[in-house]
């Protein structure tokens, strides 16, 4: 039988390691460590972030990550999802294309606006070719 509290601390484990690696963050800490007077799972991991570590079986999202990553070819594989009758979009990437999605983030933000770019402005609908 698995001890799910074992399991946990596991993933926390994995996921502080993570993010040490990928984000930066070198005193980031589980909560545990600091004796549990905090709510979320790991600490000093991004400034102003509540970071929330969830290990589970089976995550139904990453069916859609998996055919992302199987149709991007050599771009970054991104998905963004939404409840239906929510109105707050959430993206999924891999922690460790954090950087390369930063990168293309800052990139898109230098760049000029739709006006310029030849793309349909704010509001326009997609047309079928």
Not at 40 to 62: C, M, S
Not at 80 to 96: A, H
């Amino acid at each position: 039988m698995v001890n799910s509290r074992q399991k946990g601390a596991r993933g926390e484990r994995d996921a502080r390691d993570a993010v040490r690696e990928h984000w930066n963050s070198p005193n980031c800490i589980r909560a545990a460590q600091a004796n549990g007077a905090f709510s979320a799972d790991l600490l000093h991991a991004l400034p102003n972030a509540h970071v929330e570590v969830k290990r589970y079986k089976r995550i139904a999202a990453l069916k859609f990550y998996r055919q992302a990553q199987r149709d991007c070819g050599s771009e970054l594989p991104i998905v963004l999802m939404r409840e239906d009758g929510d109105t707050n979009w959430f993206v999924l990437f891999k922690i460790q294309d954090t950087g390369d999605f930063v990168d293309a983030f800052i990139t898109n933000a230098t760049q000029s606006g739709a006006e310029d770019s030849g793309l349909p402005a704010e509001g326009d609908q997609d047309q079928p070719s």
